[in-house]
């Protein structure tokens, strides 16, 4: 290796890796699979639960062979959101930076974006959101596993960032509440609000904030062109060296300080090292595509992958599947800590072209089993507790006025287009003109039919009290059935790709990863500040566990957005990655110094050395 950095410089790293684990695991690997992998991260335990430590958490040998060395302040693994958003901020603030990327080009997925206290919504005359509020509700709804002031720190910079990225392009025309536009002028691309209705404690089963913007391009990639906009902002600061099948192996090492990338190119198989002078990001992604980690971290989702449909599917030129979990695992080798479980998957689904609207459910059994007033983040781990996971959704001829009433949220639909409610005998499994009919049509058995009935004149007698007395669901959403025609939809998650029964839950993401403080600067194993080394998008931990909350719609692209724009900022202002020289300030120097004219050589940052959130340090040069 030429350029080698010093003595005590060493790697830590990935090749490839958890091949001695896959002759252990093989009894329990499923049939049906996300994506490569070595099988189930367990001691081949049937539910694929693990007993020992895996192989993948063991660093590999270190790469030696090496063509290129490269000097960066900055290398930005991973062009997602995340890493796009890192790249400008960086580049902009004058940064030197190499950004890898595996695939070919950058890459964008949905167009929503919980973004809210932004100027132009304010200029709009939206209210803001409380972001305290919103923190406090996602901290319930992660069972207060998640990191509060990673959250808060989101919370508060969201508008400022969303403005910045949504500023890259030039032609946005934003969009009222009320549907009039504004800034006219502007094309085709248009930004819109979510029109979610404002939250009701005394209706509500589940609180939601309004807050979502969305990306809408018409025939143009939907949110892709925005992204794009940030890329080449990026470039045009002449501070950017993108390179692309570029797949990052190992980091590198001085000391206690990350240093450095090696990457492989995908199309030759030839690896050149990055130093980087002031910090490597990691915004690499999830893991739903490795089996190991699914099996290992989300032990529920791996056991039922065939009840998902494995939606995105970004691949590099060898045709393998990203979302590997490079990221979190080479932060993992080089001393970061992976967040303790229940790691979160995007994971969810919904009834079709009603949502999760809350009309009457009824499961395999014929049984009511759940009050209905659910967002989608809860109605999938709803159904797979369900007999055969199947569940039937009733509902009368007055679904559509029905459904204004319902809580407007992620997955749930309170307008009915007409042209979705004339054909509504196109999208449901069966009708009636009597209860009965209904029931016959749905073809079922015997007594499941008899429990059926039963428990529909129990729901209609509850209806007619105006008190949920079974499940507890608002009065306000409790509709009786007893306007011809009926109708049911059955819903059997079965997995693989959607059609029209919509029998597939959808795993999109996960959402866990390496632990960080507000900064996204990664923590090492005593939850200490690992020097050089940072994480966001869905590399980045603390943000969600257990499950991704429906709170707010787009909160995971804000994140990796908004942490991409301040850690970019970061880097600049605080001369993170260098090699520690600074010390702590004794009391007599504070009051010393203090009495001093000019520019204090005191600074309040986070440091290696010290507890991870905040060190009071002193210059080397006072």
């Known amino acids: 290796m030429k350029n080698q950095m010093s003595r005590r410089s060493f790697l830590i790293g990935a090749g490839a890796f958890g091949a001695g684990l896959a002759a252990s ?66 580049a902009e603030k004058g940064l030197k930076v190499i950004a890898l990327e595996r695939c070919a080009e950058p890459s964008a997925r949905s167009s929503q974006f919980a973004a809210f206290n932004t100027e132009n919504a304010r200029r709009m005359g939206i209210e803001d959101v409380d972001a305290a509020a919103l923190v406090n509700e996602m901290m319930v709804q992660t069972g207060h596993r998640a990191d509060f002031r990673v959250l808060k720190n ?22 009222t509440p009320e549907g009039e536009k504004y800034d006219a002028d502007k094309d085709a691309f248009v930004v819109n609000r979510n029109l979610y209705k404002p939250y009701d404690p005394d209706v509500d089963h589940e609180r939601v904030f309004t807050g979502t913007l969305s990306f809408s391009t018409p025939n143009k990639g939907g949110h892709k062109p925005i992204m794009l906009a940030n890329f080449e902002k990026a470039q045009a600061t002449g501070n950017v060296d993108a390179r692309f099948n570029a797949r990052a192996r190992q980091l590198v090492k001085d000391g206690d300080r990350v240093a450095g990338v090696i990457y492989e190119d995908v199309t030759t198989g030839e690896f050149t090292q990055v130093n980087a002078s002031k910090g490597v990001v990691l ?57 303790e479980g229940p790691h979160c998957a995007m994971a969810h689904g919904d009834l079709g072209k009603l949502g999760v609207d809350a009309f009457l459910q009824l499961n395999a059994l014929g049984e009511r089993y759940i009050n209905e007033d659910l967002t989608n983040d809860h109605f999938g781990s709803a159904i797979l507790r369900q007999p055969d996971a199947t569940i039937y959704q009733i509902f009368d001829a007055n679904f559509v006025e029905q459904a204004k009433s319902m809580q407007s949220s992620l997955g749930a639909y309170t307008d009915i287009a007409p042209e979705t409610a004339e054909a509504v005998d196109e999208w449901t499994s ?32 509850l209806c007619a009290k105006g008190v949920d007395e079974d499940f507890g669901k608002a009065a306000e959403r409790m509709f009786a059935l007893s306007t011809p025609p009926f109708y049911a939809i059955r819903y059997e998650v079965s997995g693989g790709p959607s059609d029209d029964t919509h029998n597939a839950l959808r795993c999109l993401v996960t959402m866990s990863g390496l632990s960080t403080n507000k900064h996204a600067q990664v923590l090492d194993e005593s939850l200490h500040v690992l020097p050089g080394l940072y994480a966001i998008g869905n590399t980045q931990g603390g943000r969600f566990l257990g499950d991704y909350p429906a709170t707010l719609a787009g909160a995971s692209h804000s994140i990796a957005m908004t942490y991409g724009y301040l850690t970019g900022k970061f880097i600049a202002e605080q001369g993170q990655g260098r090699p520690h020289r600074l010390r702590a300030a004794t009391a007599g120097e504070r009051r010393s110094l203090a009495s001093r004219s000019g520019p204090s050589p005191l600074r309040d940052v986070p440091c290696g050395r010290h507890p991870a959130h905040c060190a009071l340090l002193i210059s080397p040069n006072a």
């Not at 699979?33 to 590999?60: C, E, H, I, N, V």
């Not at 989101?154 to 969009?175: N, T, V």
């Not at 069966?430 to 039963?454: F, P, R």
Request: net charge negative; proline share 4%.
């Open 154 to 175: 989101w919370a508060d910079h969201c508008g400022e960032a969303f403005d910045w990225y949504a500023g890259a392009y030039d032609g946005l025309l934003w969009q």
């Open 25 to 90: 695991m093989a009894g329990c690997a499923p049939q049906a699979s996300a994506g490569k992998g070595t099988g189930a991260a367990a001691d081949g335990s049937p539910s694929g639960t693990p007993t020992q430590r895996p192989a993948f958490l063991d660093a590999p040998e270190p790469i030696s062979d090496i063509k290129e060395t490269l000097e960066a302040d900055v290398v930005v693994v991973g062009l997602g959101v995340a890493g796009v958003s890192a790249t400008r901020s960086a």
């Open 283 to 339: 915004a690499t992604g999830g893991y739903v595509r490795n089996d190991e980690l699914l099996a290992y971290y989300i032990p529920w989702i791996y056991n039922l992958k065939d009840k998902f449909s494995f939606t995105y599917a970004h691949m590099d030129a060898n045709g393998e599947f990203t979302d590997q979990g490079d990221g979190m695992l080479m932060g993992h080798w080089a001393g970061g800590h992976i967040e």
């Open 430 to 461: 069966a009708q009636g003109g009597t209860i009965d009919e209904l029931i016959a049509n749905l073809e079922v058995d015997a007594d499941v039919a008899s429990t059926m009935k039963a428990e529909i004149e129990r729901y209609n007698e």
